[in-house]
Every structure is written in structure tokens, then in C-alpha cells.
């Protein structure tokens, strides 16, 4: 992770007038007209710092009743917690991006959210999982490593080609994906 933050980091500085950074911090902007920065910061740090650590509680909390949640309608439905976490949770990780993401593709502004999807799916893979690993080392399912896994690879490569034919994502090869997303969740839960 820390790598591939240097190099994007470096590429960025020698790049064009605006970073991807400055990009994403435009696009969440106009999503959320409160997030954009004042000229002279108002207010106190104190109620800054209390606003953040109250902001972090939320997400911790939230994340553990999304996690609780979660188990109990994999028992209730009679389905593993894998298959659980592979769609139900995946799903609600995933809604700011899908949110900033197509704003950013509302907007015109593809690169911005192609650049979140990608860069997100690079940040969960090489940070949130070395993180998850090295505080807790788990073994990684049979069921995962022989069909979840190959997926994930295969839609890689999958975006990889539409990426580079045409130099663009089209709406039939966004449809595509999305299709794509539904045979395996239908696929992962047992429906075929």
C-alpha cells in the first residue's frame, strides 16, 4: 500500500494543474455542498475534535451493527456468513463510492469515478486486507480461494480490456458489469 501511495503520489506531482486528489475533493463537494472549504476556517478545534471523534464512533458503531446485522440475517435466511459478507455488507461498504462515483459520471467527470471505484478496490485489497491480517490472522475459506477469488481476478481483467478498448467504459460494457454482478449474487446465494 505504501508503495503504490508513493508512486501515485509521485506521478500526481508531476502530472497536469490538479491532482486526483484535488478531482475526487471536487466531485465529493458536489455531492455535499458543506464539505467545501471555507477561506478561513470557522469554528473551534475543540468541537472540531469532538465532531471527528464523534464521527468515529459513529463509524465504528455502525460497522459492528452493520456486522451484527448481517450475521443475523445469514442465520435467519439460513445462508453462511460468507455469503453474507460477499453481498449484503459488500453492498453497504460500497454505497458512498457507488455515490461519488456516479455524481462524478453525472457530471461527466469519468475519470473521477472510474478513478474512485479503482482506487478504493486497490485501498480494501492492499490496506484494509494486510491490515485485517497482520491484527488478525485468519484462514481464508476453501469456497473463496476456489471461486470468489478467480471472480475477482477475472473482472479485473475483464475492466483491464474494456478500459483499454476504446480508451473508455462504455454504457454497454457498464451494463455488462452490472449483469455481470447480479449472476453472482444470485450465483453466491444459492439461486442457480
Known amino acids: 500500500m505504501a508503495g503504490y501511495i508513493f508512486y501515485a503520489y509521485r506521478q500526481e ?3 497536469g494543474l490538479h491532482s ?3 478531482d475526487r475533493a471536487v466531485a465529493t463537494e458536489e455531492v455535499d455542498r458543506a464539505l467545501i472549504p471555507r477561506a478561513q476556517p470557522a469554528g473551534r478545534l475543540s468541537v472540531a475534535l469532538l465532531l471527528f471523534a464523534s464521527g468515529l464512533a459513529l463509524i465504528v ?3 459492528s451493527l452493520l456486522v451484527e446485522a448481517a450475521i443475523g440475517i445469514a442465520r435467519h435466511l439460513g445462508v453462511s456468513d460468507t455469503v453474507i459478507g460477499l453481498t449484503i455488507v459488500a453492498v453497504g461498504t460500497s454505497l458512498p463510492e457507488l455515490v461519488t462515483s456516479a455524481m462524478a459520471a453525472w457530471r461527466r467527470q469519468g475519470d473521477i469515478a472510474l478513478g474512485n471505484v479503482l482506487g478504493s478496490n486497490i485501498y480494501n485489497i492492499l490496506f ?3 491490515l485485517t491480517g497482520a491484527i488478525a ?3 481464508v475459506p476453501a469456497s473463496i480461494m476456489a471461486f470468489d477469488l478467480w471472480v475477482l481476478v477475472t473482472v479485473s481483467l475483464l475492466v483491464l480490456v474494456f478500459a483499454f478498448s476504446g480508451g473508455r ?3 454497454k460494457e457498464g451494463l455488462v458489469l452490472v449483469a455481470a454482478y447480479v449472476f453472482y449474487a444470485a450465483w453466491t446465494a444459492g439461486l442457480f
Do not use: H
Open 13 to 15: 506531482r508531476t502530472g
Open 20 to 22: 486526483a486528489a484535488y
Open 61 to 63: 458503531g455502525g460497522g
Open 128 to 130: 484494509i486486507g494486510g
Open 137 to 139: 490472522p485468519t484462514t
Open 169 to 171: 467504459l462504455s454504457r
